[in-house]
């Protein structure tokens, strides 16, 4: 699996280290929204970092150089860390998983007024992402003040939040390896923070979406974004990862709440425009086996599905009671 993170140890004890930053954003003028805010600002926020950073001359941006697949400055340069990192080590991958997720509240009101303010979460996974984030808090801060969102480019201020940053230490003891029935924790919730688009592969072969996702599917989400960063160190041994899905698989909400979701969105490098569709919404469990639980709180973390790094596919564990058998913490 790619190792484009940076992680710390040998293969056996490597750590992953997740550093989430809360900003404060408030308007500071009118005009058209979307609910969810996602692209838009990954949009804004790439623009603006990339021509901070970028060694390329800039009429290369849409010809030779549109994308940083190869570029040799690729290890000096945070824009290509945080934003479009190598697949290094492993050369039959595309890409390297992309190890920066910019997080808006969702959802927002589709008319912006001065003066309100909401949430943005800066998530950087691994060293490389952590070691760009003050370049990056300094894109997001240029683009509120010179680009704006969306049609009417509504600007805005940032602020850090009073909260200090989140850092989260993950390591493969983190990660049960086996699906175990008893430790069980009690009224779980698993909440979506950010519309989530996952899809899967039909008998035809072809990708569709999932239209209404279940603990299985969340699973599977969280155990492939868990190996992308971490790789082998995220592999469970043997047919484990097998009964770890049987398991889940097997298990049924007491209470779903989704609604669809739908939006459109343009990039800003292809000039296109596409359509997302995908589910918003919570799921309530009366009891889940505890082996289940830090995989789904790590993908909560990372993000999962498609459009992740726009904030897309996230997700908070909840249970009143807390997990005395141990839980991925901060």
């Not at 201020?157 to 989260?168: A, C, K, Y």
């Not at 909560?300 to 897309?312: D, K, S």
Request: proline share 9%.
């Amino acid at each position: 699996m790619p190792d484009a993170v940076e992680s710390v140890g040998s293969p056996l004890t490597r750590q992953l280290v997740i550093e989430r930053h809360r900003l404060v954003v408030e308007l500071r003028t009118g005009g058209r929204l979307v609910p969810w805010l996602g692209p838009a600002f990954r949009g804004i926020t790439a623009l603006r970092h990339r021509a901070s950073e970028c060694r390329q001359p800039r009429d290369t941006w849409q010809t030779t150089w549109q994308y940083c697949r190869g570029c040799p400055h690729m290890p000096d340069c945070g824009y290509g860390q945080a934003f479009e990192p190598d697949a290094a080590v492993n050369k039959a991958s595309r890409d390297a998983p992309r190890p920066l997720v910019i997080a808006p509240e969702f959802p927002v009101a589709p008319r912006a007024r001065a003066g309100v303010r909401f949430n943005l979460d800066v998530t950087a996974i691994g060293e490389a992402a952590i070691n760009a984030l003050p370049g990056v808090l300094r894109a997001i801060v240029d683009a509120g003040r010179f680009d704006g969102l969306g049609p009417d480019r509504v600007r805005f201020n940032v602020e850090r939040s009073e909260e200090p940053p989140l850092q989260t230490v993950v390591g493969p003891a983190t990660l049960p390896t086996r699906a175990t029935p008893l430790p069980i924790v009690r009224d779980v919730t698993i909440a979506l923070s950010s519309p989530l688009f996952l899809r899967e592969r039909g008998q035809a072969g072809n990708r569709r979406q999932i239209a209404r996702p279940e603990l299985v599917h969340l699973l599977r989400a969280s155990m492939r974004v868990a190996r992308d960063f971490l790789g082998d160190a995220a592999r469970c041994p043997g047919r484990s990862h097998i009964d770890l899905d049987e398991m889940a698989a097997a298990i049924q909400p007491t209470k779903v709440r989704l609604q669809a979701f739908a939006q459109d969105k343009a990039s800003h490098r292809s000039q296109k425009r596409f359509g997302m569709e995908g589910v918003t919404g919570s799921w309530h469990f009366a009891t889940l086996p505890a082996c289940l639980v830090p995989w789904l709180q790590l993908g909560g973390m990372l993000h999962c599905g498609g459009h992740r790094i726009a904030g897309g596919g996230g997700w908070e564990v909840s249970f009143p009671a807390g997990l005395a058998t141990g839980g991925m913490r901060p």
